[in-house]
């Protein structure tokens, strides 16, 4: 069985601040963990993925996520946020290296100001 | 390399109705989940199929049904919809025991 918690379900920051979105997670395996982004009307683009390498995970457009198996916890940061930041982030688990049956939290939406 | 693709784009049905959805595969890639996305909520996964058997299920009913193809193609069926079932439907293709997967851009069903 696994799980996905994402503490925040909105964040708001303002141009240029660091990002800081949370999830904690579950898993009777050793998890695949991985964020994607959604924008308005559009697919699920991958942002990073951690699959049992290097703790820390860097992704596209800056966006870093570290994984601690001690606190269950793989939080997303960016050190400056950019207004095209702005969308719907999901953590998700997998179960080992099955990428299909995946599981979602309920996504954390970003608010980027100017 | 071609992506993920979809079709219909949207779809509005009523209820009671049947409804096929249509995914194609990223090129080399044997298997394909299916994943709801309902207004607001993370999407949930609905089935998983693998040289066109099923290969796990989500807690869905089995009034959703599925269908993969020889040239890993794959079909979602809904029957008698609800209207609960009203939401985004994805798609999404991987190679076998790969550790990441493709998302189509989706299906947006309304019931009516």
């Known amino acids: 069985a696994q799980s996905v918690t994402q503490l925040d379900s909105h964040v708001s920051v303002s141009e240029g601040t660091p990002v800081l979105l949370r999830c904690n997670y579950s898993?009777?395996?050793?998890?695949?963990l991985f964020w994607y982004v959604q924008h308005p009307n559009k697919g699920l683009q991958l942002l990073l993925k951690y699959t049992s390498a290097a703790t820390l995970v860097k992704g596209i457009n800056g966006f870093e996520a570290e994984f601690k198996k001690s606190e269950t916890s793989f939080h997303l940061t960016k050190p400056s946020a950019h207004m095209s930041d702005a969308a719907e982030y999901f953590c998700?688990?997998?179960?080992?290296?099955?990428?299909?049956?995946?599981?979602f939290g309920d996504g954390t939406t970003l608010t980027v100001k100017p | 390399e071609t992506g993920v693709t979809q079709s219909p784009t949207h779809l509005i049905k009523t209820r009671g109705q049947q409804v096929t959805l249509r995914c194609s595969s990223q090129?080399?890639?044997?298997?394909v989940s299916w994943y709801q996305q309902a207004l607001g909520q993370g999407p949930q996964f609905i089935f998983q199929?693998?040289?066109?058997?099923?290969?796990g299920r989500g807690n869905f009913p089995p009034r959703f049904s599925g269908l993969q193809f020889p040239n890993y193609s794959s079909e979602l069926n809904v029957n008698a919809l609800e209207l609960d079932d009203s939401a985004l439907y994805l798609c999404?293709?991987?190679?076998?025991?790969?550790?990441?997967?493709?998302f189509g851009p989706g299906t947006r069903l309304t019931v009516l």
């Open positions: 998700v688990v997998t179960p080992g290296t099955n990428a299909g049956k995946s599981t």
């Open positions: 999404a293709s991987s190679p076998a025991g790969a550790d990441t997967q493709y």
């Open positions: 090129s080399g890639h044997n298997t």
């Open positions: 199929y693998y040289r066109e058997e099923e290969n």
């Open positions: 898993s009777s395996y050793s998890p695949s």
